[in-house]
C-alpha cells in the first residue's frame, strides 16, 4: 500500500458523506495564523534582542541568531502539527502525553507547564508598565511639555506602580473570565490585534521617513524634553562605553549563546492545527499553518531588526541599551520602540507606536489564563486535581475555581516580579521548553502505538525502516534539549546553573513534584474507590 | 450497580470492540450506548487494471494487492469509515446522487450493526453483562430491528427497567444546521420528555437522553457560519451552547438521579444540576479511543463516576 501526496490523479471526488452531524469544515487557516503570530508576540521578542543580546552578547550577530533559533525549534513545530492532526490535543499536552507515554509523566509534564505559563502570564503587565505605559506618558509630557506627564510616567517605573498595574492586569482579566465568559476575553483581541498591527505599520513608517542623523537628533530632542539632558545620543554612548560596551567582531559562541531569547518565543507558534473536522480533506493545509506561522514570525522579527538596526544604527541602540538610564535621566534603558516613538519626532506616530507595543504584551494574559485554566480543569476531570477546580459558573459556563487559583497565584508571582530580579521570560519559558521536549517524545511514539491512526495520515511514510515523524520528533526531542542546555550556561538567562543555580534546580525540580503530586493524588483517590490509572489505560480492542 | 456509558462511536470498529470488552475490563454490569452508532463516510476503493486507488483522511492511497486493500478496508473500519470496492462509473454516480451516497451507506451501516451486535452477544454471553444501545440523531429506524441479540437489547426512547432503576432513553436531538435523521424541534423534544414525569421515581431514575441539556457546560460546540465553517474567536474555535432546552428544563424539574448524553463531541465532562449528576463522555471515535464514563450508582446516589479514554 502506498501513500501519495496531492490530489488523486483523476480528480475525482474520493469521499462521501451522509447528512450526518459534526461534518465541518476547518477554521481558516489565515484567521488562526494571524492570531498564532499575535499570540507568539514577535516584536517583544525582538526587544530582548536588541535590549539585551545586541550590548551584552558581543559579536552575537543578531540575524543568524534568529535563524539557528529558528532551525532548533521548527522540528518541535513540526512535529506538534503534525502529532496534533494525528491525535487531536483537545486535552492540551497533557491527554497528549498521557495516553501515548505514562499519564504520571503527562500530568507532570502538564503541571510544569502551568507552573511556568503564570512567570509568563505575570511577566505582561510588568513589561506593560514599563515598555508601554511609561514610555507613553512620557512621550505625551513631552509633547505637551507637561512636568506632570513626565513625572507621572517616572513613577510608572517604581515597583510599587508596576506591581499595582500588574495586579489590575492579573485581576482584571481574571474577573473578565468569571463574570463575562471565555468568549469575552477572546474578543478582547478584536481590537488589540489590529493596534499591534498599525502599531508596527507606524514603527516602520517612522523610521523610514527620516534620516538616520535626523532620527537621532529627533532623539535628542525627545531625551531633552524628558530629562533636561542634553546630547543624549553622545551621553549614552559615553555610558556604554564606560559600561564595556562596544561593538565587537562577529562572534559565533555569542551568537549561539543569544539563542536563549528568541527560543522563549519561536517554540510556541502552535495550536492552528487542532481544529480539523471528522472528515479531514484539508489536513496538509492545516499541516502547515504552526510551523509557516513561525516562518512568518521569523521574518517579521528579521525586518525588525533590520529596519532597527539599519535606520537607527547598531552602535547607537546599542548603546542606549547599555547605558545607565539614569545618565539619560531615565528610570529603565528605553526599549527600540520608545526609542523609534521618540525618534519619529511626530506625536501621532509616537503613540501608535507605543499603543501598539503594549498591544503586542496583552495576549499573552488571557491565553495563559485559559491553558492553565484548562490543564486544571482536565486534571480535575480525569479525578488528578481535586473536584473543585472544574466547577463551573451556571451563568458564565466560567472554571471559576480555576481561575480563582490562578489569579491569586498570579497576583503573588507578580510581587516577585515587581520587587525582585528572580524571574525573567526565560525562566517562564524553561519548563515549557522541557514539556515541549516530552511532547516531541511522545509524539515518535505515535507510528508505533497509534499504527492505524499513523498509517492512515496524510505524513505517513518511513526513511529506511523508520517512520518520518519519529524522526522529526526525534530532532525535536534534540531541540528541546539543546534550548534548556544553552538556558542552563547563558549567565543571563535567569535559570542557569552557575549564576542562578536555585532557580535552576527548582525549575529542574518541578517535573518531579509533579510525578510526586499525581501518586500522592493517586493514593488519595485509591481510598475514595477510584484508580487513577484507568483514565488513560486502553481498553484491549481485539 | 456499575455502569460504563458511551456514546456517538460513529462506525468505529475499533471503539465497539472496545466497548464489549470494557465490562470485563471495568467490572462493569451494565453497558450503556448513548446513540450515534451510524458512521458518516464512505470511501470508495476505486479500481483501474491491476491497481486500485482510495483516499481517506486527506491522503492519497494505491494498491497492487488485495492483502493491501483489506489492510486498508481493516484501518479505515477501525477509524468509523465505511469502504466499498468500486468502479469509476459508480463513483461518478455517487457523484451526482446525494441519495444513491446516503442509500450505500446505510446498507453498509445496516450490515456492520449486525455483524456487531452478533460479536457483542456472542461475547457477553454467560458474563452477565449487558449491552443496551440507544440510538442517536445520525441514526435511523431501520436500524432497530439489528440491536437485539442475547445480551444486547435496544434502549426504546421512554422506560426501561434496569435492575433497581428506570432508564429513561430518548434518541433524538434537537435541530442540527446538519438536518439528520432524527432530530426534531424544541417543542416536539419537551412532549417526547413528558412522559418520563408521569411514570418514574426521581431516586431512582436514569436519563439516557442523546442531546445534552442546554447551556451546563457540556454541550459547548464550535460556530458554525452558513457553509458550516467553524468560526474563530481570538484564534480560538467559538464556542457556543448547542444542546437543548427541553432537556434543560426536563431535568430541572424532575431531577433524576443521572442524566448520561452524547452528541456533542468536544462536550466531555460531568456537571451538576440541582441533585442530578449530568454526564458527557464526549467522542474521539475517529481516533480509535472510546471517551467513556465509568459510573456506580445505588439508588439515590451516585457513588462515583470517573471519565476514562479507553
Known amino acids: 500500500m502506498a501513500t501519495t501526496q496531492g490530489a488523486h490523479p483523476t480528480g475525482e471526488q474520493q469521499v462521501f458523506a451522509r447528512r450526518s452531524s459534526g461534518l465541518v469544515r476547518a477554521a481558516s487557516t489565515t484567521d488562526a495564523s494571524l492570531v498564532n503570530i499575535y499570540v507568539a508576540t514577535f516584536p517583544i521578542m525582538v526587544s530582548f534582542l536588541l535590549g539585551i543580546v545586541l550590548p551584552f552578547y ?19 513545530l513540526i512535529t506538534y502539527a503534525v502529532a496534533s492532526s494525528i491525535m487531536r490535543r483537545s486535552g492540551g499536552d497533557y491527554v497528549f502525553i498521557s495516553r501515548l507515554l505514562h499519564p504520571a509523566v503527562g500530568f507532570a509534564a502538564n503541571f510544569v507547564l502551568v507552573a511556568f505559563q503564570i512567570v509568563f502570564l505575570t511577566s505582561s503587565g510588568y513589561y506593560f508598565c514599563l515598555w508601554c505605559l511609561s514610555p507613553l506618558f512620557r512621550l505625551l509630557g513631552v509633547y505637551a511639555a507637561s512636568p506632570s506627564l513626565i513625572n507621572f510616567a517616572n513613577t510608572l517605573v517604581h515597583p510599587l506602580s508596576i506591581f499595582i498595574v500588574s495586579e489590575i492586569f492579573v485581576i482584571g482579566f481574571g474577573l473578565i473570565f468569571i463574570f463575562r465568559s471565555t468568549r469575552s476575553i477572546l474578543k478582547i483581541f478584536r481590537y ?72 522563549f518565543s519561536l517554540p510556541y ?8 473536522g471528522e472528515v479531514r480533506a484539508g489536513r496538509r493545509v492545516q499541516l502547515l499553518a504552526g510551523p509557516v506561522t513561525a516562518l512568518i514570525g521569523l521574518a517579521g522579527s528579521l525586518i525588525l531588526i533590520a529596519l532597527s538596526l539599519g535606520r537607527l544604527g547598531s552602535g547607537f541602540l546599542g548603546s542606549i541599551a547599555a547605558a545607565d538610564p539614569s545618565k539619560l535621566g531615565l528610570g529603565g534603558a528605553p526599549t527600540y520602540m520608545e526609542v523609534a516613538a521618540g525618534s519619529t519626532g511626530n506625536i501621532v506616530l509616537g503613540v501608535l507606536i507605543l499603543i501598539g507595543f503594549g498591544s503586542w504584551l496583552i495576549p499573552t494574559v488571557p491565553m495563559s489564563l485559559l491553558i492553565m485554566t484548562r490543564c486544571m480543569l482536565g486534571w480535575s476531570m480525569d479525578r488528578v486535581a481535586p473536584d ?28 516577585f516580579w515587581a520587587y525582585t530580579s528572580v524571574f525573567t521570560v526565560v525562566v517562564g519559558a524553561f519548563g515549557q521548553v522541557i514539556t515541549l521536549g516530552i511532547g516531541c517524545l511522545a509524539a515518535s511514539l505515535i507510528p508505533f502505538k497509534q499504527k492505524d491512526l499513523y498509517a492512515t495520515s496524510p505524513i505517513a511514510g518511513y526513511l529506511g525502516r523508520l517512520p518520518k515523524l519519529t524522526i522529526i520528533a526525534a530532532l525535536g526531542v534534540l531541540g528541546a534539549l539543546l534550548i534548556v542546555l544553552n538556558f542552563a550556561r547563558d549567565p543571563s538567562s535567569g535559570v542557569d546553573v552557575n549564576t542562578s543555580p536555585v532557580m535552576f534546580w527548582v525549575s529542574l525540580g518541578m517535573f518531579p513534584a509533579g510525578v510526586a503530586i499525581y501518586y500522592l493524588s493517586g493514593a488519595i483517590r485509591r481510598r475514595q474507590g477510584i484508580e487513577l490509572g484507568l483514565a488513560f489505560r486502553e481498553i484491549p480492542p481485539e | 450497580m456499575k455502569i460504563f456509558f458511551v456514546s456517538d462511536i460513529h462506525g468505529s470498529v475499533k471503539c465497539f470492540r472496545k466497548l464489549v470488552n470494557a465490562g470485563k475490563f471495568y467490572g462493569a454490569d451494565v453497558l450503556i450506548m448513548g446513540g450515534d ?17 482510495a483516499r481517506f483522511n486527506g491522503a492519497d492511497f494505491s494498491f497492487e494487492t488485495s492483502g493491501e486493500i483489506a489492510e486498508f478496508e481493516r484501518r479505515a473500519s477501525e477509524l468509523g469509515a465505511y469502504t466499498l470496492r468500486t468502479d469509476p462509473a459508480f463513483v461518478e454516480q455517487l457523484a451526482a446522487d446525494q441519495e444513491l451516497v446516503e442509500q450505500t451507506l446505510r446498507k453498509l451501516i445496516l450490515e456492520r450493526t449486525e455483524e456487531w451486535v452478533a460479536l457483542a452477544a456472542q461475547r457477553l454471553s454467560g458474563s452477565g453483562i449487558r449491552l443496551l444501545i440507544g440510538l442517536g440523531n445520525d441514526d435511523f429506524a431501520e436500524m432497530i430491528p439489528y440491536l437485539d441479540s442475547g445480551a444486547v437489547s435496544y434502549a426504546p426512547d421512554g422506560l426501561l427497567e434496569l435492575g433497581d432503576f428506570n432508564l429513561v432513553s430518548l434518541g433524538w436531538s434537537n435541530t442540527t444546521p446538519w438536518h439528520t435523521n432524527r432530530e426534531c424541534t ?70 433524576p438521579l443521572l442524566s448520561l448524553h452524547g452528541h456533542i463531541h468536544e462536550g466531555r465532562g460531568s456537571t451538576r444540576n440541582g441533585r442530578t449528576l449530568v454526564v458527557n463522555p464526549g467522542s474521539e471515535y475517529d481516533q480509535g479511543s472510546l471517551l467513556g464514563a465509568l459510573i456506580e450508582v445505588r439508588p439515590g446516589k451516585v457513588k462515583r463516576c470517573q471519565l476514562i479514554a479507553g
Open chain 2, 186 to 255: 424544541e417543542e416536539v423534544l419537551a412532549e417526547k420528555l413528558t412522559v418520563v414525569h408521569e411514570s418514574a421515581d426521581p431516586s431512582r431514575t436514569i436519563f439516557n437522553i442523546h442531546v445534552p441539556p442546554y447551556d451546563c457546560g457540556l454541550d459547548f460546540a464550535p460556530r458554525l457560519d452558513d457553509s458550516l465553517q467553524i468560526q474563530l474567536e481570538g484564534g480560538q474555535p467559538d464556542m457556543i451552547p448547542v444542546g437543548s432546552t427541553a432537556v434543560a428544563d426536563s431535568i430541572a424539574a424532575y431531577q
Open chain 1, 58 to 76: 558581543g559579536g552575537a550577530n543578531l540575524y543568524l541568531t534568529l535563524l539557528i533559533a529558528g532551525v532548533v525549534a521548527m522540528p518541535i
Open chain 1, 269 to 276: 507558534y502552535l495550536g492552528s492545527a487542532y481544529f480539523a
Open chain 1, 388 to 415: 473543585a477546580l472544574s466547577r463551573v459558573s451556571s451563568r458564565t459556563n466560567s472554571p471559576y475555581v480555576s481561575v480563582i487559583v490562578v489569579t491569586v497565584m498570579s497576583a503573588v508571582i507578580s510581587w
Open chain 2, 37 to 53: 452508532l451510524a458512521g458518516k463516510q464512505l470511501v470508495p476503493i476505486i479500481a483501474r487494471g491491476s491497481t486500485s486507488s
Open chain 1, 192 to 263: 488589540t490585534l489590529p493596534l499591534s498591527l498599525i502599531g508596527l505599520l507606524a514603527f516602520a513608517i517612522g523610521l523610514l521617513m527620516h534620516s538616520t542623523s535626523s532620527l537621532h537628533s529627533n532623539f535628542n530632542t525627545y531625551i531633552q524634553g524628558a530629562s533636561g539632558v542634553r546630547n543624549a545620543t553622545a551621553v549614552a554612548a559615553a555610558s556604554a562605553k564606560a559600561n564595556g560596551f562596544s561593538l565587537l567582531p562577529f562572534s559565533l559562541g555569542a551568537t549561539v549563546l543569544a539563542i536563549t531569547w528568541p527560543s
